[in-house]
C-alpha cells in the first residue's frame, strides 16, 4: 500500500535516482536535470514549499513538490513544482494521489489558482494535468544564445557591475518593464537585495547595469545554475543531430556553435530580470553581447533567458534557439486572472 508522508534527508539518494528516470520530454526529444547533491536545493529557493514523497515497502515510488506565493494584492496561488512517478510504479494511480495532496492544500489555504510549466514535447504530463481540469492559457519561449565569438560593444556604452547605491534605480527599471504581469511582484530595494542574495550562484556581484551618459538604461543579472543543476539531453531531436553534423564540418572552415550530443553534460547561464528603458532597446543588445563576452572568456558554452511570448527582447538577434514551455493552469477561485502575459520566476525554472 502507497503511504504519502513529507520528504527526509535519507530520501535524498532515490529521490534523485528517480528524477534521472523521468525525463522532461518523450521518446523523440528528451531532457534530463541532474541535481547530483540534494533533491530538495531547488525549494530552499522559496520560504513556504512542501515537499512529499510517495512510499511503498520502503521504496520511493512518487513524489511531489509545490510553493505557495502571495500576489501583490494578497491573493494565495500555488506554483506545482513537479511530480514524478518511479517507472516501476507507473499506471497505479500515484499521480492520482499526489495531485490530489497539492489541490486539498490549496483548497484548505484558499488559493485561487495552481500552475505549472510543462516542457512543451512532454505529452503525457499534459495529457495527465488536462484530465485533472488544468488547461494553457499562455507559454513562455526558453530562448538560447550559443557562447562561441566575441561580440564588440558600442563605445557609447559602459557595462559594470552593479552598485548597491544603484539598486532603487534598477528597481524601477525592472518594475516599469515587467508591471502589470501575471506572476510579478513589483521590487522593493530591501527585497531585490534579498532576492538576488538568496539564490546560490547568483548574488549581487553577477547583476549588471549599462549606462549612458551616466544614467542606467538597462540591466540584468546572470545565473550559474549549475550550483544547483545540470542537464543533458537522454533523446536529442533528428533536426538537432543534423544540425551538429553541419556545425562540425563548417567549424573546420570557421568557428561555429556547439550542438550538444546525447548524453552530454552542459550547464547553463541564465539572465535573470533582463529590463531596459523602452527607448534604450540597443543598451540590452549591448548588454547581452557584453555577458557573452564574459563566458566566453570563462569558456562557458550557452547563456539563456525565459521570456513571454510578447517580450520585446524576443526581437533581439542575439537569441537563435527557441523551445517551448507551456503554463498550465488549474483556477480554483472565482478571481478573474490575466493570462495574457507573465512574469516567469526565475526560480521556477530549475527542472
Same mark, same amino acid.
Given at each position: 500500500?502507497?503511504?504519502?508522508?513529507?520528504?527526509? +534527508?535519507?530520501?535524498?539518494?532515490?529521490?534523485?535516482?528517480?528524477?534521472?528516470?523521468?525525463?522532461?520530454?518523450?521518446?523523440?526529444?528528451?531532457?534530463?536535470? =541532474?541535481?547530483?547533491?540534494?533533491?530538495?536545493?531547488?525549494?530552499?529557493?522559496?520560504?513556504?514549499?512542501?515537499?512529499? $514523497?510517495?512510499?511503498?515497502?520502503?521504496?520511493?515510488?512518487?513524489? /511531489?513538490?509545490?510553493?505557495?506565493?502571495?500576489?501583490?494584492?494578497?491573493?494565495?496561488?500555488?506554483?506545482? &513544482?513537479?511530480?514524478? &512517478?518511479?517507472?516501476?510504479?507507473?499506471?497505479?494511480?500515484?499521480?492520482?494521489?499526489?495531485?490530489?495532496?497539492?489541490?486539498?492544500?490549496? &483548497?484548505?489555504?484558499?488559493?485561487?489558482?495552481?500552475?505549472?510549466?510543462?516542457?512543451?514535447?512532454?505529452? !503525457?504530463?499534459?495529457?495527465?494535468?488536462?484530465?485533472?481540469?488544468?488547461?494553457?492559457?499562455?507559454?513562455?519561449?526558453?530562448?538560447?544564445?550559443?557562447?562561441?565569438?566575441?561580440?564588440?560593444?558600442?563605445?557609447?556604452?559602459?557595462?559594470?557591475?552593479?552598485?548597491?547605491?544603484?539598486?532603487?534605480?534598477? $528597481?524601477?527599471?525592472?518594475?516599469?518593464?515587467?508591471?502589470?504581469?501575471?506572476?510579478?511582484?513589483?521590487?522593493?530595494? =530591501?527585497?531585490?537585495?534579498?532576492? &538576488?542574495?538568496?539564490?546560490?550562484?547568483?548574488?549581487?556581484?553577477?547583476?549588471?547595469?549599462?549606462?549612458?551618459?551616466?544614467?542606467?538604461?538597462?540591466?540584468?543579472? @546572470?545565473?550559474?545554475?549549475?550550483?544547483? $543543476?545540470?542537464?543533458?539531453?537522454?533523446?536529442?531531436?533528428?533536426? @538537432?543531430?543534423?544540425?551538429? !553534423?553541419?556545425?562540425?564540418?563548417?567549424?573546420? @572552415?570557421?568557428?561555429?556553435?556547439?550542438?550538444?550530443?546525447?548524453?552530454?553534460?552542459?550547464?547553463?547561464?541564465?539572465?535573470?530580470?533582463?529590463?531596459?528603458?523602452?527607448?534604450?532597446?540597443?543598451? /540590452?543588445?549591448?548588454? /547581452?553581447?557584453?555577458?557573452?563576452?564574459? @563566458?566566453?572568456?570563462?569558456? +562557458?558554452?550557452?547563456?539563456?533567458?525565459?521570456?513571454?511570448?510578447?517580450?520585446?527582447?524576443? =526581437?533581439?538577434?542575439?537569441?537563435?534557439?527557441? +523551445?517551448?514551455?507551456?503554463?498550465?493552469?488549474?483556477?480554483?477561485?472565482?478571481?478573474?486572472?490575466?493570462?495574457?502575459? /507573465?512574469?516567469?520566476?526565475?526560480?521556477?525554472?530549475?527542472?
Amino acid at each position: 500500500m502507497v503511504s504519502i508522508r513529507p520528504f527526509k +534527508e535519507s530520501d535524498n539518494e532515490q529521490i534523485l535516482a528517480m528524477e534521472k528516470l523521468c525525463p522532461q520530454g518523450d521518446e523523440n526529444y528528451a531532457l534530463i536535470t =541532474d541535481k547530483s547533491l540534494d533533491a530538495s536545493a531547488r525549494y530552499k529557493l522559496y520560504d513556504n514549499y512542501h515537499f512529499l $514523497v510517495a512510499e511503498e515497502s520502503g521504496e520511493i515510488a512518487g513524489s /511531489i513538490g509545490w510553493v505557495v506565493k502571495k500576489s501583490n494584492k494578497g491573493d494565495l496561488y500555488i506554483y506545482l &513544482v513537479e511530480v514524478n &512517478v518511479h517507472p516501476n510504479f507507473r499506471r497505479q494511480g500515484i499521480a492520482s494521489q499526489l495531485i490530489n495532496e497539492v489541490e486539498k492544500h490549496a &483548497v484548505d489555504i484558499g488559493a485561487n489558482y495552481i500552475y505549472c510549466y510543462i516542457y512543451e514535447p512532454n505529452k !503525457a504530463s499534459k495529457v495527465l494535468f488536462t484530465k485533472y481540469s488544468y488547461f494553457n492559457p499562455i507559454y513562455f519561449k526558453s530562448c538560447v544564445l550559443p557562447v562561441y565569438k566575441t561580440v564588440k560593444i558600442p563605445e557609447k556604452f559602459v557595462v559594470k557591475r552593479i552598485k548597491k547605491n544603484e539598486i532603487h534605480e534598477v $528597481v524601477d527599471i525592472i518594475n516599469h518593464y515587467y508591471e502589470g504581469r501575471e506572476h510579478f511582484i513589483p521590487y522593493t530595494a =530591501d527585497s531585490f537585495e534579498s532576492f &538576488v542574495n538568496g539564490i546560490p550562484g547568483y548574488t549581487l556581484d553577477n547583476f549588471w547595469v549599462v549606462k549612458e551618459k551616466g544614467e542606467i538604461v538597462a540591466c540584468t543579472g @546572470l545565473w550559474d545554475t549549475s550550483r544547483l $543543476v545540470n542537464y543533458y539531453y537522454k533523446k536529442l531531436p533528428l533536426s @538537432l543531430k543534423a544540425i551538429s !553534423a553541419i556545425f562540425k564540418f563548417l567549424n573546420k @572552415l570557421t568557428k561555429m556553435p556547439k550542438i550538444m550530443s546525447e548524453g552530454e553534460y552542459f550547464k547553463l547561464n541564465f539572465m535573470v530580470d533582463p529590463a531596459f528603458k523602452s527607448e534604450n532597446s540597443d543598451a /540590452i543588445s549591448a548588454l /547581452i553581447g557584453h555577458l557573452n563576452n564574459q @563566458l566566453l572568456e570563462a569558456k +562557458e558554452e550557452f547563456l539563456v533567458v525565459n521570456l513571454d511570448p510578447g517580450d520585446i527582447l524576443l =526581437d533581439n538577434t542575439h537569441f537563435t534557439n527557441f +523551445e517551448k514551455w507551456l503554463v498550465f493552469v488549474k483556477i480554483l477561485g472565482r478571481k478573474l486572472i490575466d493570462f495574457n502575459t /507573465i512574469y516567469i520566476d526565475i526560480r521556477d525554472c530549475i527542472g
